[in-house]
């Protein structure tokens, strides 16, 4: 009788839960805020995190932060390299699923970083790693937060997972991939969030690597780019068979035969290793709209399907630009509001993000000329200020 009341109860607390799941959801978006991610990037920055020397105390941070947010069963696990004579330490925390806990989503970011000085050869712990990879650390760990702040209950288990030697040929996401399969863990979704905030033109474009066993995960991570952030998914044509998938770790997970997908910055910052991998050279809008990514990815895989909560997804759905003809030979007509009364900046790129032509315009249906372009393929992007309010892929025939 008391399982059946437990049951029910449950049931009862996931039925209020779906009914207020679309309003949840639009305010968990919004709530992702770059000021919480800046803070735990500047409190990372004190830690030595540098792959050589170990990252206790980085890790134990990472404990801390796990636990002020609220998650369960935060735990560090530490293994050993008689090579270099260090501990590594994995930090993982989780939000527990009430009908399949030992399902999971797998939400992760490498800790550990690698910074040499001007001589190349250097070691210095103190100094760069922002962007990798203190950016990605802070983008779960704000996802994380948001989720607990409104009291998320999943129906399988959502871990968060601070990844150490990355740098160390991704040892730490293949120690961990590797505990997994004995335990028999159901591993449902893996995302590697790694190398994500360089954006210095504003192209506002992430990659998307993905594993052949990861086909429908990469594009459900497409449709959340585009209906639930202001970022422009750019996807590699081929599988986990690229060096860039491999370099990732996600990959050591797609290699033990769990899905993944691997967000990673379109431009790849020169600072790479180097002391000028700061904040200032970074994009933390960037990080915010890949956040609302994760989100939306976690609400899929382990709550319920997002494109079928309560009012759809028209609030959230980001405005496509209505262009035609398109494809095009040479002009295109775009259609704006019909109230549009102001200058509005419109940008052509190629695939590649250079930027290719910047015109002010105040119709409500401008011409743009690409009689110029040679044949391929080209996003054409509309800005109010410095709000994007539209984006548009065309083709020139």
């Keep these: 009788m008391k399982k059946i009341i437990l049951i029910a109860l449950t049931l009862l607390a996931n039925m209020h839960i779906f009914g207020q ?30 792959v050589y020397f170990g990252n206790r105390d980085a890790a134990q941070y990472l404990v801390d932060k796990m636990q002020q947010i609220g998650l369960q069963n935060v735990k560090i696990d530490s293994f050993y390299l008689w090579e270099n004579n260090v501990h590594y330490y994995n930090v993982r925390g989780s939000i527990f699923g009430s009908a399949a806990p030992d399902s999971i989503v797998l939400v992760g970011a490498h800790y550990d970083k690698l910074t040499l000085g001007t001589d190349g050869d250097t070691l210095l712990t103190l100094s760069g790693g922002v962007d990798n990879n203190a950016a990605g650390v802070a983008l779960i760990l704000e996802v994380a937060r948001v989720l607990k702040a409104h009291q998320f209950a999943p129906r399988t288990t959502v871990e ?3 990844l150490d030697a990355y740098e160390m040929e991704m040892l730490g996401s293949f120690m961990d991939a590797a505990e997994r399969t004995p335990h028999q863990e159901i591993v449902k979704l893996m995302l590697n969030n790694d190398r994500v905030a360089y954006d210095p033109q504003n ?12 086909m429908q995960e990469r594009s459900d991570a497409t449709l959340m780019m585009e209906n639930f952030s202001q970022l422009l998914p750019i996807m590699m044509d081929v599988a986990g068979n690229l060096p860039e998938s491999q370099a990732g770790d996600a990959y050591p997970y797609a290699s033990y035969g769990y ?28 990080v915010v709209e890949l956040a609302k990514v994760n989100l939306a990815m976690i609400i899929h895989y382990a709550f319920h399907d997002v494109f079928s909560l309560s009012d759809g997804i028209a609030s959230h759905q980001k405005t496509n630009l209505e262009v035609s003809p398109n494809p095009t030979t040479g002009a295109i007509r775009i259609k704006l509001a019909e109230d549009s009364d102001h200058e509005i ?47 548009s892929k065309i083709v020139r025939q």
């Design 21 to 50: 799941s679309q309003e949840e959801f639009s305010a968990m978006l919004t709530e992702l805020n770059g000021d919480s991610m800046q803070a735990t990037i500047a409190a990372l920055q004190q830690y030595q995190r540098c």
């Design 203 to 214: 192209l506002h474009m992430m990659t998307i690597l993905w594993y052949e066993n990861s």
């Design 160 to 162: 968060f997972i601070a």
């Design 345 to 391: 900046l419109v940008k052509v790129f190629d695939i590649q993000g250079q930027l290719l032509s910047c015109q002010t315009i105040v119709s409500s249906s401008p011409i743009i000329s690409m009689e110029a372009l040679p044949a391929g393929l080209y996003l054409l992007k509309a800005y109010d200020g410095d709000k994007m309010i539209g984006i």
């Design 259 to 286: 899905p993944a997908v691997f967000f990673r910055e379109s431009t790849l910052s020169p600072y790479h290793h180097t002391l000028e991998d700061q904040l200032e050279n970074c994009n933390l809008d960037n």
